[in-house]
């Protein structure tokens, strides 16, 4: 390590005693998605004190935020935090350990800056859950003039190259007629038949479409009253797959099942995409390889399993489409606890979560430390990006 690197390693176990109160404090008190304002206040709080000049509500999301230092706006490296919770089982992803060593990463590479140059930025990037916050972000403009966005993501396993699904969740309902099921059922339009022939349909298509697609949902209204035939029945569904165009696919195989369904029983239908598409993540291979390399260093061996094994979706698929991004994933406990388990809420809170955020903070800001202070990796950086987007353009 050399000297500016030792100094971002030192800044950030200064701070790492605010950084586990802060984890902590998010973790107590867990927020869900657009809801998180002590989990926003509690960070800018953080990096105001430090410094940083806050933009509260950029984007015009009212619990994201935008924290700058620097003294001049280019060369930029943003680091996310994510800090929403999940419904009923709290901080069961560990957001609370994201967006710890997002400011943690942040403040240290900050320190440097007199040194190094560019500018320095943290974003709170709310309801990565359920709502894709960051589309959202991306939209308003809020990740333009940014030369690498940086996050970590706790884990079951350590990989800096994993890939993520685009996803779209549809809605879709049956209208049909209600009669008395035993005394009239000849008079009634069945839409809960409706719909078991939509779900059927899925079925049997899951077995013809590629192995990483996904097609997933449930059933919302499934009628009121078992002597009367159903008049309304409404389903949400997930279709996913790494690439939009296939996942675009899938959707309109999807469509199908439900127009077909709708055909066979005489009822009505409708369908409507519920909120913004995720984009499958497209890892920037330059800043990956650069992360490994210090996370090593720092004790953390990567495992580099399959990277299509164990995927979701994640708004952070959107980021990597308009700026080199990296969600590495380091290991908080095994895989006896996935995310989105109450087990993996207990390790979110554990001193090994606590040393593994800590690590995290250090890799990520000496991952931003090459960014700013070397133009040749800026120049590879954004090579492999455009030749990425090329990629994912033609498939
Ligand atoms: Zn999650
Ligand atoms: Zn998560």
Same mark, same amino acid.
């Given at each position: 390590m050399d000297v500016l690197e030792k100094k971002v390693v030192e800044a950030v176990e200064a701070v790492f005693p605010d950084l586990v109160r802060i984890s902590s404090a998010i973790y107590d008190r867990p927020e869900l998605g657009y809801e998180e304002r002590e989990a926003a206040a509690l960070l800018t709080d953080f990096l105001q004190d430090r410094g940083f000049e806050v933009e509260p509500g950029v984007g015009r999301v009212s619990t994201a935020f935008r924290a700058s230092r620097g003294s001049? #706006?280019? /060369?930029s490296v943003a680091f996310l935090a994510e800090y929403d919770a999940l419904p009923n089982l709290g901080h069961a992803c560990g957001h609370n350990l994201i967006a710890a060593a997002g400011i943690g990463a942040g403040v240290a590479l900050a320190s440097v800056l007199p040194e190094c140059g560019g500018c320095v930025r943290v974003i709170g990037t709310p309801a990565e859950e359920m709502h894709g916050g960051k589309i959202r972000l991306i939209e308003e403009g809020c990740?333009? *003039?940014?030369?690498a966005a940086l996050m970590f993501h706790p884990s079951v396993r350590n990989t800096v190259v994993k890939r993520t699904l685009a996803m779209t969740e549809l809605r879709f309902a049956f209208h049909g007629k209600s009669s008395? &099921?035993?005394? &009239?059922?000849?008079l009634g339009v069945n839409a809960l038949d409706a719909m078991v022939l939509a779900f059927s349909g899925m079925n049997a298509l899951r077995q013809q479409i590629p192995g990483d697609g996904r097609i997933h949902g449930i059933?919302?209204? *499934?009628?009121? &009253? #078992?002597?009367v035939i159903p008049a309304f029945t409404e389903a949400r569904v997930a279709v996913r797959a790494l690439e939009r165009p296939v996942m675009e696919n899938l959707i309109e195989r999807v469509k199908g099942c439900i127009e077909g369904a709708a055909r066979a029983t005489g009822c009505t239908f409708e369908i409507e995409t519920v909120g913004p598409a995720y984009e499958g993540l497209m890892p920037n291979r330059i800043l990956a390889s650069i992360f490994e390399r210090k996370v090593e260093a720092l004790g953390i061996p990567i495992d580099? /399993?399959? #990277?299509?094994?164990y995927i979701g979706s994640s708004d952070i698929g959107n980021v990597s489409r308009v700026v080199p991004a990296i969600h590495p994933e380091l290991a908080i406990?095994?895989?006896?606890s996935l995310p989105h388990t109450s087990g993996f809420a207990v390790a979110a809170r554990s001193e090994r979560a606590e040393t593994v955020m800590k690590t995290a903070a250090k890799a990520l800001a000496l991952t931003g430390l090459a960014v700013l202070r070397d133009v040749a990796v800026r120049e590879r950086m954004a090579r492999e990006f455009q030749c990425c987007r090329q990629e994912g353009e033609s498939s």
């Open positions: 001049s #706006p280019a /060369p990740f333009k *003039g940014i030369d008395h &099921a035993a005394a &009239a059922p000849e059933i919302t209204r *499934g009628g009121d &009253a #078992p002597n580099d /399993p399959d #990277p299509l094994g406990c095994g895989f006896e």
